[in-house]
């Protein structure tokens, strides 16, 4: 990220973005790159002229109200949505990709164990089976392993799709309100796998609790 | 290949278990087949002729289609689960197939139940049409879970579907119901295969496009 604080034009209004507590943690080479970035859905326009740097082992926070374009952009961000201008360079596969957004995005008829296990398999997680294990013990869902996901409360879906977004080992991670639906045991296990995470992996979070994460951002995003 | 056809089958087999466990598509189908035979029974005069009476039977086909059609992305619209299928890295396309596949066995399972339903409520069934009905389903599926997706994205889903799939499914119709009454069916069979062979590569090679944002 660059180490100048930037501004540009979002439609939610004003843009800031500027270097904050933690360091980048890359040798300067360029994960994400955005250059005049606008997202429009129709004759509405989300987002506008923005422009900014993610380093390798970066951490950007993004923050601002509701209905600023938070959610767009980490939705281009992940690649589940194109630009209508400017230019986004995401500098991995999609495969290196983990998302988890405002849906926990698992099938409410399948169970914890199978929902991980089919996208496991459409990621070609290695170790697949014991890769799953671990991530449902570490997230205590260990228990409710064969449960069907929409029996499940909304903080354990927040915990699933979490396990769903970590399964295979991503190299970037776009997290869109990571900390809703969570109770503060939920909250603290979250705290320590990012910091945990942090070191091997790029961020782009979006939070309406910017101080939990602010130390672990090596860049702020702000929308107002 | 051998990854594609993995990821589809990873797909299909998701897709089959979330039926069996909600049981939302196919019981609704199954119903509605019968039913409008049964309508079609009594509804049309006796001595009508058999092209009228294959006609018919083209009709409840193609209808109880568009009620797993209409069902088909349900799970990945309503919690926006699409989004996780294409995060991942396979070929998006292989979402479509495997949709395809699994619209494509309730809508046999349908006509299994249907087929001898109708032969009990109007006449027999001659090879010609199990043939017909078996590339005609072939055409719909593949041509309905494209415009199933598209009409998925929409608020007015359920009115863009029949909107945009009956008028695509009247070649299937002419094909199907000319292939079931005429003494030498192999031209509507061929027309019917024709129709499956475009639809599929359209299909296929325009999904990704239609579920990117």
Aim: proline share 4%.
């Amino acid at each position: 990220m660059e180490g100048q604080g930037q501004e540009g034009q979002g439609s939610g209004g004003h843009v800031s973005e500027g270097q904050v507590g933690a360091a980048g943690g890359g040798a300067g080479e360029l994960l994400i790159e955005a250059r005049g970035l606008g997202k429009r859905y129709g004759d509405k326009r989300v987002l506008d002229g923005l422009d900014f740097e993610i380093e390798r082992g970066g951490f950007m926070l993004v923050t601002g109200p509701n209905g600023s374009g938070k959610t767009t952009l980490l939705r281009l961000c992940a690649g589940l949505a194109v630009p209508t201008s400017g230019e986004l360079d995401i500098r991995v596969p999609r495969q290196s990709v983990g998302f988890a957004g405002h849906e926990p995005l698992v099938y409410r008829e399948l169970t914890a164990i199978e929902n991980l296990d089919l996208y496991g398999r459409l990621y070609r997680v290695p170790e697949r089976r014991e890769r799953i294990g671990m991530l449902l013990e570490r997230f205590g869902l260990w228990s409710a392993r064969n449960q069907r996901a929409g029996s499940f409360s909304r903080g354990m879906q927040q915990r699933l799709s979490l396990c769903r977004a970590l399964l295979h080992e991503p190299a970037l991670l776009v997290f869109d309100e990571p900390y809703s639906g969570l109770d503060d045991a939920g909250a603290e296990l979250l705290d320590r796998e990012l910091a945990d995470l942090r070191a091997g992996a790029t961020f782009v979070v979006s939070t309406h609790d910017p101080a939990r994460v602010l130390p672990l951002a090596s860049t702020r995003l702000a929308f107002a | 290949m051998k990854r594609y056809l993995a990821d589809v089958a990873v797909l299909a087999r998701k897709d089959l278990t979330l039926e069996l466990r909600a049981r939302d598509t196919l019981p609704a189908m199954l119903l509605f087949v019968v039913s409008a035979l049964v309508v079609f029974h009594f509804a049309l005069p006796k001595h009508s002729s058999d092209l009228a009476a294959k006609g018919l039977l083209w009709v409840a086909i193609v209808f109880t289609a568009l009620v797993g059609l209409t069902r088909a992305f349900v799970a990945e619209r309503e919690q926006r689960l699409i989004d996780g299928l294409l995060l991942a890295p396979c070929d998006r396309s292989a979402i479509w197939l495997a949709k395809s596949i699994a619209v494509l066995a309730f809508l046999g399972v349908a006509e299994i139940v249907a087929l001898p339903a109708y032969a009990l409520f109007f006449s027999g069934i001659g090879w010609s049409t199990v043939v017909a009905v078996l590339l005609a389903d072939l055409g719909i599926v593949t041509v309905g879970t494209l415009l199933s997706a598209i009409a998925a994205v929409s608020r007015t889903r359920e009115l863009i579907l029949p909107l945009l799939f009956l008028p695509l499914a009247i070649p299937v119709v002419i094909g199907g119901v000319g292939a079931s009454v005429v003494g030498s069916p192999a031209r509507y069979l061929g027309f019917l295969c024709l129709y499956d062979v475009v639809f599929a590569i359209i299909s296929w090679a325009s999904f990704e496009y239609v579920v990117t944002e």
